[in-house]
T-cell receptor
Framework: GAVVSQHPSRVICKSGTSVKIECRSLDFQATTMFWYRQFPKQSLMLMATSNEGSKATYEQGVEKDKFLINHASLTLSTLTVTSAHPEDSSFYIC???????????FGQGTRLTVV | AQSVTQPDIHITVSEGASLELRCNYSYGATPYLFWYVQSPGQGLQLLLKYFSGDTLVQGIKGFEAEFKRSQSSFNLRKPSVHWSDAAEYFCAVGAGEYGNKLVFGAGTILRVKS
């Protein structure tokens, strides 16, 4: 199967600090990774698309300077929430896809709480 | 632009009863369609997917869904619900060049009463 591992699963940070979330494809090469955000009691919204070796493409309304995405290898993408604030508290989940296949496989998600 | 509508925010069914969760999509071509389940505080689990071919798709945990192009629907069904099925269910359509960028519906929360 295709396994995507996301770390950490939960993180609490202080307001103003930065938090890095990792998304790894364990048994396949992921040329494309996606980052989604889910606010409490809401659906999942795509934040950005990350392609290996190139800059991420952000969805409208997502601040690229606040949510830094790096996809430096075919198995790892990272999302860094910079200068986090309580309103950034959310569930962040990644998915990874081989470019030639339609299915993207999801990680377990990261629950971020900013205090 | 692609969109997904799940008209029911909450559904309550009795254990052992049948279930149908509705999903309508908007997409110009043949869509890639998915159903995911999310338990509280957990990630997403893929129940089933439709890419092409047979319009009746079988998934895990006894779920099935039927793609109806004429109705732009992809409703999820289960003949007999178990208490462990209580969760939130998301329908999604695949967008982007390869259909792997997902647009999710708002979700339907399923409650199962004993």
């Amino acid at each position: 199967g295709a396994v995507v591992s996301q770390h950490p699963s939960r993180v609490i940070c202080k307001s103003g600090t930065s938090v890095k979330i990792e998304c790894r494809s364990l048994d396949f090469q992921a040329t494309t990774m996606f980052w989604y955000r889910q606010f409490p009691k809401q659906s999942l919204m795509l934040m950005a698309t990350s392609n290996e070796g190139s800059k991420a493409t952000y969805e409208q309304g997502v601040e690229k300077d606040k949510f830094l995405i790096n996809h430096a290898s075919l198995t790892l993408s990272t999302l860094t929430v910079t200068s986090a604030h309580p309103e950034d508290s959310s569930f962040y989940i990644c998915s990874a896809s081989r470019s030639s296949q339609a299915e993207a496989f999801f990680g377990q998600g990261t629950r971020l709480t900013v205090v | 632009a692609q969109s997904v509508t799940q008209p029911d925010i909450h559904i309550t069914v009795s254990e052992g009863a049948s279930l149908e969760l509705r999903c309508n999509y908007s997409y110009g071509a043949t869509p890639y369609l998915f159903w995911y389940v999310q338990s509280p505080g957990q990630g997403l689990q893929l129940l089933l997917k439709y890419f092409s071919g047979d319009t009746l798709v079988q998934g895990i945990k006894g779920f099935e869904a039927e793609f109806k192009r004429s109705q732009s629907s992809f409703n999820l069904r289960k003949p007999s619900v178990h208490w462990s099925d209580a969760a939130e269910y998301f329908c999604a359509v695949g967008a982007g060049e390869y259909g792997n960028k997902l647009v999710f519906g708002a979700g339907t929360i399923l409650r199962v009463k004993s």
